[in-house]
């Protein structure tokens, strides 16, 4: 067999070329993102998951000074929808069911200056902790002015609320096409050691992102954080993974810049009334505003804030009865995620607007209190909670006695929350051994806030609660050692560090170990 040579052409490998890195940076620039976020808490069989999708405006406005423009951002959410809970468990209150009209559930709007070479996304987040935590993933557009190419890398620092760090950026890969070039990169946040006694703090922070070089705009986000919950909160693992992915893109010819810009700063000057409590100028910003530019993209932005001044009861115009409803609904919700994130500046929000729809609409709550609704008797009771009338801890303390848990812990955590000295001893004690565990602990909370330095059922009540250190549900076993904290004696005090003792390395013994540590402080 004779071989044949035959002469190949030599091969030229061709280098990766160096780009650029900016996101959207032009004027006039309109991107729309699709949004999804999957917030997954715990592991394994105890897992509970919810998942929420989207969508992120994006707009970036000329200004006549040289070398700024103006960002404009809107993200609209809807409600979160369950994917996943643990087989055999009930929400802890049970919420009516939100109005679909008033979707979406959640916009966040923000208006910026920005320069000729970085337009930061809008990072989502409905309490300002998962906002930071958020930030770690989606902060992520701030790129060298030198151009890079694969293999490229570079650091710089990271900060949000508390957590610190380095996110840590690489090109990944190019991809080439005859007129457009698409970059991937990763970026890995490196986080700083939490502060002294946090509870809470951010394990990781892993984001993939691809760019289009031509059009300086970001195609596509994938990342996922991992954090530690508070341990008042069960001290769990949770998982958030969001995307982003460009669904629109257009650019907008100056004219109609200059209009949509007017309007813009229309809606700037109602945002910003309702957050100083200016709520009379909001309103009538917000009529100017849906009047003058009905089919406005930001009209989203206008209908949230009036919906928000009326769950909040600081809208000039009555709530009907069903508006009620989805009012409080929403502030129990609200209440509900800045407990759970430690997020104290919106609990006192939330309790503001408790405390006006209390007075405002005190009558039209006390007769939900016989609605047929079990989740709806349950609301009433809660925003009770927030009133001023003694006669609302009688109504509350004949609550505790309804066949429904929900109406019975709803009841209780009112009573707690008002910490009245005129709360009836033997109902909140009878609360302590309930057959359900969510009563049990709002029970041992209203205990403890509730029964004053010289009443007589205070020696019974140490007594029970000692007895509820050893129950099996966590969260009475934290809501015990709080109440003891408040009306215990040195005994008792011991008898909350023998228990965190036996509990071993957990997340139960941690959370233990920081309420004998804050209430000695106390």
Not at 194 to 205: C, D, G, I, K, T
Not at 352 to 369: G, V
Request: glycine content about 6%; proline content about 7%.
């Amino acid at each position: 067999m004779v071989g044949i040579l035959i002469p190949v052409a030599p091969i030229t490998v061709r280098a990766a070329p160096r780009v650029a890195l900016r996101h959207q940076i032009v004027p006039g620039s309109t991107v729309v993102y699709k949004v999804r976020i999957e917030t997954a808490r715990g592991t394994g069989a105890g897992e509970q998951t919810e998942i929420q999708t989207g969508k992120l405006t994006r707009v970036i406005f000329s200004e006549s000074k040289p070398g700024q423009s103006t960002c404009a951002q809107m993200l609209e959410l809807d409600w979160p929808v369950p994917a996943s809970a643990p087989a055999g468990t009930q929400p802890e209150r049970n919420v009516p069911a939100p109005d679909a009209a008033s979707s979406p559930a959640w916009v966040q709007f923000s208006l910026k200056r920005v320069g000729l070479e970085h337009a930061p996304l809008l990072v989502p987040g409905r309490t300002a902790w998962t906002r930071h935590v958020l930030s770690a993933v989606v902060d992520v557009t701030d790129f060298p002015r030198e151009k890079v190419t694969v293999g490229d890398g570079w650091d710089r620092p990271f900060q949000a609320g508390s957590i610190k760090g380095r996110h840590r950026c690489k090109v990944e890969a190019f991809e080439t096409t005859d007129a457009h070039i698409r970059v991937t990169l990763t970026v890995t946040t490196e986080v700083d050691p939490p502060p002294e006694r946090a509870s809470r703090h951010l394990v990781s922070a892993r984001s993939v992102v691809v760019f289009s070089v031509r059009d300086r705009e970001l195609l596509s986000l994938d990342g996922r954080a991992v954090w530690r919950e508070a341990d008042r909160a069960g001290g769990r693992e949770v998982t958030t993974r969001i995307t982003l992915s460009a669904d629109q893109r257009d650019r907008m010819p100056p004219g109609q810049q200059a209009t949509e810009r007017q309007a813009i700063r229309q809606l700037a000057q109602a945002v910003t009334a309702y957050q100083r409590e200016d709520y009379e100028y909001a309103s009538r910003m917000l009529q100017t505003f849906m009047k003058r530019w009905p089919q406005s993209r930001w009209r989203p932005v206008a209908e949230y804030i009036s919906r928000r001044m009326r769950s909040e009861g600081t809208s000039p115009e009555p709530l009907t009865a069903r508006e009620l409803k989805q009012a409080l609904a929403r502030q129990l919700t609200l209440w509900n995620l800045a407990e759970q994130d430690g997020d104290a500046a919106m609990l006192n929000r939330c309790r503001s607007a408790l405390s006006h729809l209390a007075q405002s609409s005190r009558p039209e709550i006390t007769r939900l209190l016989n609605d047929a609704d079990p989740g709806v008797r349950a609301l009433a009771c809660f925003a009770l909670g927030f009133g001023s009338a003694p006669a609302d801890v009688a109504l509350l303390l004949k609550a505790c006695q309804d066949a429904d848990a929900r109406v019975r812990r709803s009841a209780l955590e009112a009573l707690a929350i008002r910490a009245s000295p005129l709360a009836d001893a033997d109902t909140l004690l009878k609360g302590i051994s309930d057959d359900d565990p969510t009563v049990r602990q709002r029970a041992c909370e209203a205990v403890g806030a509730c029964l004053p330095d010289d009443s007589p059922h205070r020696s019974a009540a140490r007594a029970q609660l000692v007895d509820r250190l050893a129950d099996d549900s966590p969260e009475v076993v934290l809501a015990t050692a709080r109440a003891l904290m408040r009306i215990g004696s040195a005994g008792e005090i011991e008898k909350i560090k023998q228990t965190a003792e036996s509990a071993g390395p957990s997340p139960l013994q941690d959370a233990l170990r920081e309420i004998l540590s804050t209430g000695s402080e106390k």
